[in-house]
T-cell receptor, first 113, second 113 residues
Framework: DAGVIQSPRHEVTEMGQEVTLRCKPI?????LFWYRQTMMRGLELLIY????????DSGMPEDRFSAKMPNASFSTLKIQPSEPRDSAVYFC???????????FGQGTRLTVV | GQQLNQSPQSMFIQEGEDVSMNCTSS?????WLWYKQDPGEGPVLLIA?????ELTSNGRLTAQFGITRKDSFLNISASIPSDVGIYFC?????????????FGGGTRVLVKP
């Protein structure tokens, strides 16, 4: 199994631009999570899905952030418009056991200038 | 909300030493997980604990789920250079609608100069 696959690995964009991060979870995993990691705040859960349905999006910082999971093998996290304070590493993770054990992708390092 | 406090925040190790780190919570969890993150990578699951009092080993790693369900510790025996990295504890409280992990701030393990 290839594990959780995220793209791109690195993204540099200008303030105000739209950014879309992509994730392919491990096949057969029912849960998908989006996390953000910064030095100041550590790992923060943004949103998670169960069977493609968003369950808890209380961690999404603002309306500029949105996430979708159109099918079991693909999810996106979109930031529109992006701001410099959105610069962070964004991780996608998936889980097979009712969300108890999460397997992480390699992350997307986003830099907004 | 739930918070996890990890200690120490950082530590230096010398090859061959045993190291220990712990995690405490203001509220109870049903599951404790320990992850390790290497630079430029996502966190990797090391050990999962599902029952209060449970002691589980994975090679040179040993972790315990505290009786009160509010704490957990991780021990690394006979440390080696590749043990360097950031170790995260994570707690999970299963809910009817699904599950999500709360992460501690991490313990950064470094090699003694």
């Amino acid at each position: 199994d290839a594990g959780v696959i995220q793209s791109p690995r690195h993204e540099v964009t200008e303030m105000g631009q739209e950014v879309t991060l992509r994730c392919k979870p491990i096949s057969g995993h029912d849960y998908l999570f989006w996390y953000r990691q910064t030095m100041m705040r550590g790992l923060e859960l943004l949103i998670y899905f169960n069977n493609n349905v968003p369950i808890d999006d209380s961690g999404m910082p603002e309306d500029r952030f949105s996430a979708k999971m159109p099918n079991a093998s693909f999810s996106t996290l979109k930031i529109q418009p992006s701001e410099p304070r959105d610069s962070a590493v964004y991780f996608c993770a998936s889980s097979p056991r009712g969300g108890l054990e999460a397997f992480f992708g390699q992350g997307t390092r986003l830099t907004v200038v | 909300g739930q918070q996890l406090n990890q200690s120490p925040q950082s530590m230096f190790i010398q090859e061959g030493e045993d190291v220990s780190m712990n995690c405490t919570s203001s509220s109870i969890f049903n599951t404790w997980l320990w992850y390790k993150q290497d630079p430029g990578e996502g966190p990797v699951l090391l050990i999962a604990l599902y029952k209060a009092g449970e002691l589980t080993s994975n090679g040179r790693l040993t972790a315990q789920f505290g009786i009160t369900r509010k704490d957990s510790f991780l021990n690394i025996s006979a440390s080696i250079p590749s043990d360097v990295g950031i170790y995260f504890c994570a707690g999970s409280l299963m809910k009817a609608a699904g599950n999500k992990l709360t992460f501690g701030g991490g313990t950064r393990v470094l090699v003694k100069p």
